[in-house]
């Protein structure tokens, strides 16, 4: 089985559990709707910091001010506890389907819950590597841009396995950053292939309905473009959901748990393949 049809295969079963649970496409809805009233209010108090600076040559103009900043950290912070712990209550009703049984979007919520505290703290710990490789990145010009962009992409793959080992396994945020760590020792290769191969289904599925939306806007644009959107919110909140599911199974198979016959042992054993010579160097 090649690799990224492993992938495929992974995403269609991941399709069959998401159509036992399908209130689980809730879950995604409910964070970006949440994401998008914070971004608003606190993006609102940030213009209100501002003060206006007057230049003799090009008039007046706004400037940040230390509140500022304080207003725009606190309200990334926010919105990346929401981001963070929506993906555990959709990473815990993935769970409880796995482990066979018939979750709810109470039972989802409440296993988060109980770890409302440990994911706060992964999320201030992910937020806070954020801004400093933003900082480090406005402050080394092009190329220091690229290098910390390649590193912001290596901290998410290290710790994609963060949310589950906190949800599934009860660990701490450090505690579960290490064990997302571990385990990529042993599933390198294919973990990132696929991860990438889940993100490659999800890049074709949403540049078809570009495609075919994209063009009726241009014969009928009060259709066309009111499709579209509607389109990418549905797509976007259906493939999160799947995503959410597909890294339960991952983790659940890393760990030795079963996953109630809901995904084929094949199919995880090729996404979970050890490979020799890469985790000595993590």
Same mark, same amino acid.
């Given at each position: 089985?090649?690799?990224f049809s492993?992938? #495929?295969?992974l995403a269609?079963?991941? #399709?069959?559990?998401?159509?036992q649970d399908?209130?689980?496409?809730? +879950?995604p ?15 609102g108090?940030? @213009?209100?910091t501002?003060?206006t600076?007057?230049d003799?040559?090009v008039?007046?103009?706004l400037?940040p001010t230390?509140l500022? @900043?304080?207003? /725009?950290v ?7 506890i929401?981001?963070q712990?929506?993906?555990?209550v959709?990473i815990?009703?993935?769970?409880e389907r796995l ?6 979007l $109470?039972?989802?919520?409440? &296993?988060?819950?109980?770890?409302f505290w440990?994911?706060?703290? #992964?999320? /201030? ?6 801004l400093? !490789?933003s ?8 190329l220091?841009? +690229?290098?910390?962009r390649l590193v912001g992409m290596?901290w998410?793959?290290v710790? #994609?396995?963060?949310?589950?080992a906190?949800?599934?396994?009860g660990?701490?945020?450090v505690e ?6 571990? !385990?990529?020792?042993?599933?390198w290769g294919?973990?990132v292939?696929a991860?990438a /191969?889940?993100g490659?289904?999800g890049v074709l ?8 939306f994209?063009?009726?806007s ?6 066309g +473009?009111?499709?579209?959107?509607l389109y990418?919110?549905?797509a976007?909140?259906i493939?999160a959901?799947l $995503?959410?599911i597909?890294?339960?199974a991952? @983790?659940r @198979?890393?760990?030795? &748990?079963?996953n109630?016959?809901a995904f084929p042992?094949?199919a &995880?054993a /090729? ?11 993590l």
């Open positions: 089985m090649g690799r492993n992938s #495929w295969t269609k079963e991941s #399709w069959g559990v998401l159509r399908k209130e689980l496409v809730a +879950i809805v409910a964070s970006a709707a949440i994401s998008v009233v914070v971004a608003i209010v606190f993006g108090g940030a @213009y209100f501002l003060e600076v007057t003799p040559q008039g007046d103009s400037e230390p500022t @900043y304080v207003v /725009g606190v309200g990334l912070l926010v919105i990346g929401v981001a712990f929506f993906a555990g959709l815990a009703g993935a769970n482990a066979g049984g018939n979750p709810t $109470g039972s989802a919520f409440a &296993l988060a819950r109980k770890h440990a994911l706060t703290a #992964w999320a /201030g710990i992910n937020v806070t590597v954020g400093i !490789l900082a480090i990145a406005d402050r080394t010009g092009p220091g841009d +690229i290098a910390m290596a998410n793959v710790t #994609w396995l963060a949310v589950p906190i949800v599934i396994e660990h701490g945020p579960g950053i290490k064990r997302s760590v571990e !385990l990529l020792k042993r599933t294919e973990n292939i991860q /191969g889940l490659l289904i599925v949403m540049l078809a309905g570009i495609v075919v994209g063009a009726l241009f014969v009928l644009p009060f259709v +473009i009111p499709l579209l959107v990418i919110a549905v976007s909140a493939l959901a $995503g959410g597909f890294r339960a991952l @983790y @198979y890393a760990v030795g &748990l079963p109630g016959g042992d094949a &995880l /090729g996404a979970f393949r050890p490979k020799s010579g890469v985790s000595k160097f």
